[in-house]
C-alpha cells in the first residue's frame, strides 16, 4: 500500500501571484528523477489530491515542487496560501515512467516542457545519472511571459556543468524576447524553426523526444513527430522515440 505521510512546508517561494514553488521535508521513498508524487490537503473537510512531479533529484534533504495555482482548481489555490510551518500529505512512493532507464542510447535527447513541467527535467539533470547515453540534450521550454522562466538561474548553472552537451532554447509564445523564439511547440517542429535555431534536427534513427506538460501541447506534438518525423511512442514493451508525461 502506498501510505500517505506528512510533509512539513519548509519554505514557498511566490514567483509571482500565481506560480510557486513549495519546499517539503517529508520522510518519502527513494524517487528516480522524473518520477511524480502525490499532495493532500484536506479542504472542507474533503480530502484533495493531485500529482506533482518532483523538481529536486532524489537524495535531496527536503522535496521541491513547481506549480501554478489554478484560479477554479479543487488544489492549487489552497497550496498558494500555505505558509512554512503548514503541513501536507504526500505519498510516500513515487509513481510514474519519465525517466531516463527507459529511455534507449542516442545521439540527441530532447526535453521539451511548457510552463510549470520543466520541473521533471530539472530533478533528472540536477542529478546527471544516465546521461551518458546521449551525445547531446536540448531543453526546450515554452512560456506565455518571459517573466515565467523562474528557474533561469539554475539552467544557468546546469548549462556551465554540462557545457556544450547541454542546448537551451527558449520559447515565449506571448511577447517578443531576444533570445527566445515566438509560437508553439508542434508548428515550430512543423516549420522547421526549432531545428534550425539549435541548429540541429530531429530524427527517427537519432533522436528521442521527452515531451512534459500541457496535454494538447503533447498530444498535436506526437501527432506531428509521428506524421512528418516517422517517429513512434516509447511504450513498456515497444521501444520508441517519443515519451510523454501529461501535467493535467
Ligand atoms: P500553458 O497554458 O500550458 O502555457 C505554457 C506554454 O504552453 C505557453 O507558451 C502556451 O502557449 C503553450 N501552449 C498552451 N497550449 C498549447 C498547445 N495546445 N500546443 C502548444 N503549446 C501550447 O501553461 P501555464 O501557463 O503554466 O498554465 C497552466 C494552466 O494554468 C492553464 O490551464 C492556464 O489556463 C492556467 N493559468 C492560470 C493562471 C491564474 O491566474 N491562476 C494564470 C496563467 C495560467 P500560448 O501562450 O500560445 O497558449
Known amino acids: 500500500m502506498n501510505k500517505w505521510v506528512k510533509g512539513n512546508i519548509i519554505n514557498i517561494k511566490h514567483w509571482s ?27 472542507n473537510k474533503k480530502k484533495i489530491h493531485r500529482s506533482y512531479s518532483y523538481v529536486n533529484p532524489p537524495k535531496s534533504d527536503n522535496l521541491e515542487f513547481y506549480l501554478i495555482s489554478i484560479k477554479k482548481g479543487k488544489l492549487s489555490k489552497y497550496l498558494n496560501i ?6 501536507v500529505s504526500i505519498k510516500k512512493e513515487s509513481l510514474g515512467y519519465f525517466t531516463l532507464n527507459n529511455i534507449k542510447s542516442c545521439k540527441h535527447l530532447w526535453m521539451i516542457s511548457t510552463g510549470t513541467a520543466i520541473g521533471p527535467y530539472l530533478s533528472i539533470l540536477s542529478q546527471k ?15 506565455r511571459l518571459n517573466k515565467e522562466f523562474s528557474y533561469e538561474n539554475k539552467i544557468k548553472i546546469l548549462k556551465k556543468k554540462y557545457k556544450n552537451k547541454l542546448l537551451i532554447q527558449k520559447i515565449v509564445s506571448r511577447e517578443k524576447v531576444y533570445e527566445s523564439i515566438s509560437g508553439r511547440i508542434p ?6 524553426l526549432l531545428e534550425s535555431s539549435v541548429h540541429l534536427n530531429i530524427n527517427a534513427k537519432n533522436s528521442h523526444i521527452m515531451l512534459c506538460g500541457n496535454p494538447s501541447m503533447i498530444k498535436d506534438t506526437t501527432k506531428i513527430l509521428e506524421d512528418i518525423k516517422g517517429m513512434k511512442k516509447n511504450l513498456i514493451n515497444i521501444n520508441g522515440n517519443i515519451t510523454t508525461e501529461n501535467y493535467w
Open 187 to 192: 508548428m515550430l517542429i512543423y516549420n522547421g
Open 82 to 87: 500555505l505558509k512554512k510551518g503548514d503541513t
Open 129 to 143: 545519472e544516465n546521461i551518458n547515453k546521449f551525445e547531446k540534450i536540448i531543453l526546450v521550454h515554452s512560456v
Open 17 to 43: 501571484e500565481y506560480i510557486l514553488t513549495l519546499i517539503v521535508h517529508a520522510p518519502v521513498n527513494f524517487f528516480i528523477a522524473g518520477q511524480f508524487t502525490k499532495i493532500r490537503l484536506e479542504i
